[in-house]
């Protein structure tokens, strides 16, 4: 994938990513995992290079990759309301769950 076209999946300006990228910085624990998704691998392998997690953990964080690519715009919006609105979601949530 090239820079472009991940600047664009992740929702970064393609100049920060030519940055990041030049500078060798990690991303945070958030831009990672939007990176990660992007790319089909796992964070500890966008962060170290290295995968040596278990079958588990490799198995779990797939799935957790996928429910953030399934939710991320709702994720992301969440992100932008004020605590109280989101504690009332939550409370909306457990409500339609039962």
């Excluded at 393609?14 to 796992?42: E, Q, Y």
Aim: positive net charge; charged residues 30%.
């Amino acid at each position: 994938m090239n820079r472009k076209t991940l600047s664009r999946e992740v929702g970064f300006s393609l100049g920060n990513v030519g940055k990041g990228i030049k500078l060798g910085s990690s991303p945070s624990a958030d831009t990672a995992v939007k990176i990660a998704s992007v790319l089909g691998v796992s964070v500890e392998y966008l962060v170290t290079g290295e995968n040596k997690s278990s079958n588990k953990n490799i198995a779990d964080e797939q799935t957790q990759l996928k429910l953030y690519r399934k939710y991320h715009e709702l994720i992301a919006k969440c992100e932008r309301l004020p605590e109280e609105q989101v504690k009332f979601l939550v409370q909306i949530a457990e409500r339609l769950e039962k």
